[in-house]
């Protein structure tokens, strides 16, 4: 299993920026990533982005976006500290979502939530205009 724990939301205004945090502990895969969704009050779970996380044997592009967020948002990772980051920069009011840290294991470059097998519980982030 694999444990997730996301912080860092709150409330700010557009314009602003939150640097959102994703907490990743439990077991370690060959191959894996961590992606970061968003789901706004009656809409569905989107992607954002994500970024590989374990294995050597990697190839491309180490992280990739949504087009609506492309620009704006940057997702890092510190695996010292076993952390993935999500950098807003930008937000508008359209950003207000609980967002989501997810781990995934085999389909890289996915944005699909079912492609994710591990999630955290969720942190609000509200943007006000």
């Known amino acids: 299993q694999v444990q997730l724990v996301e912080s860092g939301g709150g409330l700010v205004q557009a314009g602003g920026s939150l640097r959102l945090s994703c907490a990743v502990s439990g077991r370690t895969f060959a191959r894996s990533f961590v992606g970061w969704f968003r789901q706004a009050p009656g809409k569905e779970r989107d992607f954002v982005g994500a970024i590989r996380w374990s294995g050597i044997s990697w190839s491309g592009d180490s992280t990739y976006y949504a087009d609506s967020v492309k620009g704006r948002f940057t997702i890092s990772r510190d695996n010292a500290k076993n952390t993935v980051y999500l950098q807003m920069n930008g937000l508008k009011a359209e950003d207000t979502a609980v967002y989501y840290c997810?781990?995934?294991?085999?389909?890289?470059?996915?944005?699909?939530?079912?492609?994710?097998?591990?999630w955290g519980q969720g942190t609000q982030v509200t943007v006000s205009s």
């Open positions: 997810a781990a995934g294991t085999t389909a890289w470059k996915t944005s699909h939530a079912d492609d994710f097998d591990y």
